[in-house]
């Protein structure tokens, strides 16, 4: 599902919903579930446990002129159920946007993931001059869902 303000794509994965939070929850994972090519990897940061928590990436894309850190600050969090957080460029107030991951149990050994990638709340105008949204497609939010998928279940 698309609108102009959000990205939303789902799937089912053949494993567990503690699996499927234990690979989401892990920044170190991160860098090998994305679909846009932008994240390189985790810069130390602990297992995500709670809102509040914040993690650092090391990022790269021509949006931002090559390689850059983000903050990633956590705004759901429900074991096994939800993940959400905004991103901003390190050292940075979040500006908006942010990435939502749902997960629901279709019997003990599935789970319905929804993936989100919502930018309704960015509101500065010279930003959404700058930055085209979206920035990442509903293809790559996909891709991220297929290597999620790879690396819960190793297929």
Avoid at 19 to 42: C, M, T, W, Y
């Amino acid at each position: 599902m698309t609108d102009d303000k959000k990205i939303t794509v789902e799937r089912t994965i053949q494993a567990p919903t503690s699996a499927v939070f234990d690979v989401l929850s892990n920044p170190e994972r991160h860098a090998q579930i994305d679909g846009s090519g932008f994240v390189k990897g985790d810069v130390g940061s602990n297992r995500i446990q709670q809102v509040g928590d914040v993690f650092t990436m090391d990022m790269t894309g021509d949006h931002m002129g090559g390689d850059y850190q983000t903050d990633n600050t956590v705004t759901g969090y429900s074991p096994n159920q939800l993940l959400a957080w905004q991103t901003a460029p390190a050292g940075q107030e979040p500006p908006g946007w942010q990435w939502v991951w749902e997960l629901e149990a279709e019997g003990s050994e599935a789970t319905k993931v929804r993936h989100t990638y919502d930018w309704s709340n960015v509101t500065d105008q010279e930003l959404l001059s700058k930055i085209s949204f979206p920035l990442v497609s509903q293809a790559d939010l996909e891709s991220a869902l297929t290597n999620l998928d790879q690396a819960v279940t190793g297929s």
